[in-house]
């Protein structure tokens, strides 16, 4: 691991989460300084379990376990005693503790796991979202399901124009099914990996964001690139002598993540090398079941005479293909505005 890059990842997190620990404490402030019974009921229950730890250390067995049962007791009271005053003044209880970004850590970045401390998947794909600069990764928020808007995609059939059956409206509803099952069920060794063809403008990378979104609020990591900066990345590590640790990281995440999304292939310049390496990213990881989704611009046709039969035999038999037609969205939305 990139000791540089897992330093400044660390420094954001414990950042981060004494940020989330600082405002909850403020708002708590804020509820105390409003409602100081409350305040005083709490100082009473820190107070008593500061005398509960005393006790355990300076008293005989004997004595110590008689008062450390009515100190316990006295503490249970105190406890029922403010969770009433809390409900009494209608106060939200949740407001008191701080929103972690990620509820499996709380912002840690570590996790136990049968007594095992391990890395939190949150931390892992910070650390590849570091080390890629996966520029698409942060229009998550934007770009999800939630505000995926199919009302730019025309409602007309036209088969002569499309070359598909379906209106645009209609292919474009059943390839976000398409997705949205694909993006929940990410672990499923028979969903096959998604193939998304079509012009420029149509709504490829915005679907491909939000197939990441859901799989990274699933728990599971993310590796998002361009062909040409993926390749490129692949050649410089299996050609360089002097290979960094980071090198490494990149590119055995390739191979590890839990879903790997190369947007524009077909945009890289190939050579020998590259169309191996190609072969080889995609042929291992559907070895090892590891999901792959590709997007491209251009059409299957234009595919077979770019890459060998190799590449082309996965494509086809591994990947659900999906076509996108229509008018560009983009230019639609520009209009508007």
Known sequence: MNNDIYAKIKREYDLKRQTKIDNANRKKQEIYEKYPELAKIEE???????????????????????????????LDKLKVKYENEVKRLNID????????DCKICNDTGIVQKDGIVETCKCFKQALINESYKQSNINKLEEENFETF???????????????I?????????????????????????????????????????????????????NGKTVVYQTAPVLMDKVIEYKFSY????????QYNDIFDVDLLIIDDLGTETMSNNKFTELFNIINTRLLNNKKIVISTNLTLNELYKQYDERVMSRLIGN?????????DIRLKKKRIN
């Open 44 to 74: 009473e229950i820190n107070n008593l379990a500061l005398s509960i730890t005393r006790n355990i250390l300076n008293s005989d067995d004997i004595t110590r376990q008689v008062e450390e049962e009515n100190m316990k007791a006295k």
């Open 93 to 100: 209880s949740s407001i008191f503790l701080p929103e972690f």
């Open 149 to 163: 808007d199919i009302g730019f995609y025309s409602n007309k059939r036209d088969k002569e124009k499309y070359g």
């Open 165 to 217: 059956e379906k209106s645009p409206l209609e292919n474009i509803e059943h390839i976000r099914n398409i997705a949205y099952i694909f993006a929940e069920h990410i672990d499923d060794k028979d969903q096959k990996n998604l193939l998304f063809v079509g012009n420029t403008g149509l709504g490829k990378t915005f679907l491909a964001n939000a197939i990441a979104k859901k799989v990274l609020e």
């Open 242 to 249: 002097d290979k960094t640790g980071k090198q490494k990281e």
């Open 319 to 327: 990947f659900t293909i999906c076509k996108f037609v229509g008018e």
